[in-house]
C-alpha cells in the first residue's frame, strides 16, 4: 500500500529492513547505541562490525532518546544508517508521543541533511519498547506525511513492517489520514516487495 504525499510517497511493505535498496535505513537502536536484539540486532549482523566501530568512534556519548545519529552502512545495499532511539512506553504519561514524533524527525532531519531521496523505517519503539502498535502508526505516520507534504529532496518513505500484525495497524492508520482523498491508495503491489526498483545512486568516495 502507499499514498502519495504531493509528489513524494509514503510506501507500507512487510519485510525484512535489511534487505531494502534504499539510500538510508532507520535502526531502531538504544541510547548507548550498544547494539540489541530485534531490529538492531538484524541490521548490526547484517551491515557487519564496521559499524560498532564507528558508533563507538564518533558517538561515545550514545544517543538521547528522541534523537538520531548517522553512521555509514557497511555490508547494506544502502548509503547510510540512522541509529534513532525511541521511547520506553511507560503507560503513555511521560512525553511517549511526543519523543516518537521527535525521534522520527530526527531521521528526517538527517535524511536532508544526507541528500536522501529514499529512506526504510521500522516500527521504532514496538518491540521491546512495548510501544502500542496502533500510538506508534499515528505518531509516526502523522509525522512522515507532514514532513513529506513539503520535501523537495526526500521522495519516497518506506515502512517495513515485520509481520501482519504490525502492517494491519500501520495500513488503518495510513488509510485514516488519507480519507480525504482515497484515490491515493492501491492494495496490494507493494505489499511482500522487499526490493525497490528505483536505480541505486552510487555511494559517496570516502
Ligand atoms: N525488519 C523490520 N522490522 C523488524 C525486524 C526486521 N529485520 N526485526 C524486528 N523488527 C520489528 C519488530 O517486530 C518491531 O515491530 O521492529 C520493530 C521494533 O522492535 P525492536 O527492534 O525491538 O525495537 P524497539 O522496540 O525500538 O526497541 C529498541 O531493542 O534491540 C533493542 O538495541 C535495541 O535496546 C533497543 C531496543
Known sequence: MFRQVGRNRIELVQGDITR???????????????????????????AGPSILEETRRRYPEGCPTGSAVATRAGRLSAKYLF??????????TSGEDELLRSTISACLDLAEA??????????ISTGAYRYPLDLAAQATLETISARLAA???????????????????????LESLALT????????????????STPKRPLPSE
Do not use: T
Open 83 to 92: 541509529h534513532a532511539v525511541g521511547p520506553i512506553w511507560r503507560g503513555g
Open 20 to 46: 531494502q535498496q534504499v539510500d538510508a535505513i532507520v535502526n531502531a537502536a538504544n541510547s548507548a547505541l550498544a547494539g540489541g536484539g530485534g531490529v538492531d540486532g538484524a541490521i548490526h549482523q547484517a
Open 114 to 123: 544526507y541528500s536522501c531521496e529514499s529512506v526504510a523505517f521500522p516500527a
Open 151 to 173: 520535501s523537495e529532496n526526500l521522495k519516497l518513505v518506506r515502512m517495513v513492517l515485520f509481520g501482519e500484525g504490525a502492517y494491519g495497524q500501520f495500513s488503518r492508520v
Open 181 to 196: 482523498d482515497v484515490s491515493n491508495f492501491r492494495e496490494g503491489g507493494a505489499v511482500g516487495s522487499d526490493v525497490d
